[in-house]
DNA sequence: CAGAAATAGGATATAATTGTCCGATTTAAC
DNA sequence: GTTAAATCGGACAATTATATCCTATTTCTG
């Protein structure tokens, strides 16, 4: 569903997220090893996500990531930053110009799946996402 | 959502379940042209279908691609042969041992939509899409 | 039987994704 | 100011996905 990249930036963003809520800044090598991704990979993800103010990074000695408004801060625009929106936007057979005029032989029940996963994306907040790690719910590897 | 392959993989299913539905027997050249694949990659996917009994395949002159049993025959089935059930299947965020006792945060958010996809390509059948390019509601390019 | 038309399948090429390495830069702390 | 701890960013490597090419094999037709 999610390319690999994505998937990392999604647990990134709620890893930062838990310890903004706590006012913590948080160090690449400490969310590697928290959500188990290769730390130059993520690297490269989270200077992605920050070019997209998705999150907040800050150089130098003590320096880290942030997220400042994880309340509205949604899934889709972590989708959208690495993978684009196409995955719940696009198309489900590739067809570029697939639309209620011209449509593929799955739109109208792709239509219904697209539509579903859009509103999830666009409804869930990384701050809610946060909290379910934060009572011990949830969990982030393995 | 599919892979370039999986979207040729269903392409093909449908333009080649069009055709058996009229007893008409049809080659790879013609299948590459009218799903505008192009022709050696989409030969190694109907491999593949064939081996996972999605298509039949007719060796010889005026050998080529039949589909039996498009009524019966669902999304899920070619999905499955060459993305494997993952997609509809699968955490979103690629966790293995993702489940109820063990969830990742967007478990429950993803489990809906998840499910709901998982519905879709249960519930089509290759011959009610096929019987949709007949009537020329949809079309399978550009 | 010979020839043509078709799929099968192995080898290879290209592109995209995933992952690594290292030097440059920034900044806090002493 | 110097040093250490960080991110940034460019170059590279490995892997997977996409795509092509060529030969072998099968089977219909004449």
């Given at each position: 569903?999610?390319?690999?990249?994505?998937?990392?930036?999604?647990?990134?963003?709620?890893?930062?997220?838990?310890?903004?809520?706590?006012?913590?800044?948080?160090?690449?090598?400490?969310?590697?090893?928290?959500?188990?991704?290769?730390?130059a990979f993520?690297?490269?993800?989270?200077?992605?996500?920050?070019?997209?103010?998705?999150?907040?990074?800050?150089?130098?000695?003590?320096?880290?990531?942030?997220?400042?408004?994880?309340?509205?801060?949604?899934?889709?625009?972590?989708?959208?930053?690495?993978?684009?929106?196409?995955?719940?936007?696009g198309?489900?057979?590739?067809?570029?110009?697939?639309?209620?005029?011209?449509?593929?032989?799955?739109?109208?029940?792709?239509?219904?799946?697209?539509?579903?996963?859009?509103?999830?994306?666009?409804?869930?907040?990384?701050?809610?996402?946060?909290?379910?790690?934060?009572?011990?719910?949830?969990?982030?590897?393995?």
């Amino acid at each position: 569903m999610f390319s690999k990249a994505c998937e990392y930036g999604i647990k990134a963003a709620i890893y930062i997220t838990q310890n903004s809520l706590l006012n913590n800044r948080v160090s690449l090598k400490e969310i590697a090893a928290e959500i188990d991704s290769p730390v130059a990979f993520t690297a490269k993800i989270l200077q992605d996500l920050a070019r997209n103010q998705v999150v907040t990074s800050i150089k130098g000695a003590r320096g880290g990531f942030e997220i400042h408004n994880p309340g509205e801060l949604k899934l889709s625009q972590i989708v959208k930053a690495i993978d684009s929106d196409d995955v719940y936007k696009g198309c489900g057979l590739g067809l570029v110009k697939c639309d209620e005029l011209n449509p593929c032989p799955i739109h109208d029940k792709f239509k219904v799946v697209r539509e579903n996963l859009k509103e999830m994306l666009e409804n869930t907040s990384l701050k809610e996402l946060a909290l379910k790690l934060d009572d011990g719910t949830t969990v982030l590897k393995i």
